[in-house]
């Protein structure tokens, strides 16, 4: 037999047995779906999950709910950066802890921070109507960066799940359905990133971004899959 036949021969036999290693592997984990912690290991999870709730509410989000962003220790201070992303991440962690220690309070900043992220909606009438005002900041500062929405969407979905109200649930899909009619280009599969809640200009032949500077255009400048949190 040839040297590379006989790999070829190898590496098919290590791969059906890693298969098969595989199958086991998961149906045993399969059978110990109700593996326990021990009691003081569970006590140090629940004790973990109460500080990472009193930072996210004390210093994290703002009294009105928005995550603050980007902290410059340096200066000692906030600077905004994909807002409605990073406080929808917020709302989803709180209440997957409140799940877990039954603490009110995680619930309560998480129905604040719901009804900042549904303030930004633009109202009927404007141009945007049915959009989402998530501008980016930082160095694009007013610009609405769509992935900013969609990845935000997350916590959005579950607040109307736990608390049964459905107005956060509701924003969250009337952003994406105007996604959808403006933004989305089929023949690409992707959707234009950048619009401005201003003028209500769709970015389709400019880049915000300095490293698509000098370079020839390229559709993956200004459109991107914009589904890595949606649901």
């Known amino acids: ?43 140090k999870i629940t004790n973990s999950l109460k500080h990472a709730t009193s930072h996210t509410i004390n210093a994290m989000l703002s009294a009105e709910g928005e995550a603050q962003g980007n902290y410059r220790w340096i200066i000692g201070e906030w600077e905004a950066y994909e807002t409605a992303w990073h406080t929808g991440q917020a709302i989803f962690g709180l209440l997957e802890a409140y799940e877990i220690t039954g603490e009110q309070r995680a619930l309560e900043a998480s129905i604040n921070s719901g009804n900042w992220w549904v303030s930004l909606q633009f109202p009927k009438g404007h141009k945007l109507e049915g959009f989402l005002n998530a501008v980016h900041g930082d160095k694009m500062g007013e610009l609405i960066n769509t992935t900013t929405i969609t990845d935000g969407t997350p916590g959005l979905f579950l607040l109307s799940k736990v608390t049964e109200d459905n107005t956060y649930a509701d924003v969250a899909t009337s952003a994406g359905e105007w996604i959808l009619e403006y933004l989305y280009i ?11 809640g201003k003028t209500g200009e769709i ?14 255009f390229d559709i993956k400048h200004v459109a991107r899959p914009n589904a890595e949190g949606y649901r």
């Open 203 to 216: 970015w389709k032949t400019k880049s915000p971004h300095k490293q698509h500077e000098g370079l020839a």
């Open 186 to 196: 089929p023949e690409e599969r992707l959707s234009y990133n950048i619009v401005d």
């Open 1 to 43: 037999m040839h040297i590379s036949e006989y790999n070829k021969s190898w590496d098919r036999k290590v791969c059906f047995l890693f298969s098969i290693l595989l199958c086991l592997s998961f149906s045993s984990c399969a059978q110990q779906r109700n593996f326990k912690l021990d009691s003081s290991y569970d006590q």
